[in-house]
């Protein structure tokens, strides 16, 4: 059983490298968005976004946010509570006295003092 399974593996194999490779000696063009946006693409959908005025801009949004107080002098700043949606974590140093910022996402910390 397990020999039948290992051929049709063997066989679905062989016939998609037969596939993939007879289709790029056929076309030798490449796709046009292979990994690289167009920067086109890019200032079109950009400048079509900002023309709508009833949206606010991502640094407007997350300057309405209020500076996040820690109770030490290091933040541990991960964008948000869900890992998906988040960033790579960043530590931010808080011994200024003006809010630091997350290089990520913008937010800002500053340090709670107890006085």
């Known amino acids: 059983m397990a020999m039948i399974g290992a051929k049709r593996g063997y066989a679905l194999a062989s016939n998609l490298l037969k596939a993939l490779n007879s289709s790029s000696s056929s076309?030798?063009?490449?796709?046009?968005?292979?990994?690289?946006?167009?920067?086109?693409?890019?200032?079109s959908h950009t400048?079509?976004?900002?023309?709508?005025?009833?949206?606010?801009?991502?640094?407007?949004?997350i300057n309405e946010v209020p500076p996040?107080?820690?109770?030490?002098?290091?933040?541990?700043?991960?964008?948000?509570?869900?890992?998906?949606?988040?960033h790579p974590?960043?530590?931010?140093?808080?011994?200024?006295?003006?809010?630091a910022i997350c290089k990520y996402c913008g937010l800002r910390y500053v340090q709670d003092h107890h006085h």
Request: charged share 25%; net charge negative; with cysteine.
């Open 27 to 43: 076309s030798t063009s490449f796709r046009p968005f292979s990994g690289v946006v167009n920067s086109e693409i890019t200032t």
């Open 47 to 61: 400048a079509k976004w900002m023309q709508d005025t009833t949206k606010k801009s991502p640094m407007e949004l």
């Open 68 to 86: 996040i107080k820690v109770e030490g002098r290091i933040a541990a700043c991960e964008g948000d509570t869900n890992p998906a949606l988040g």
């Open 89 to 99: 974590i960043e530590f931010i140093c808080l011994d200024k006295s003006e809010p």
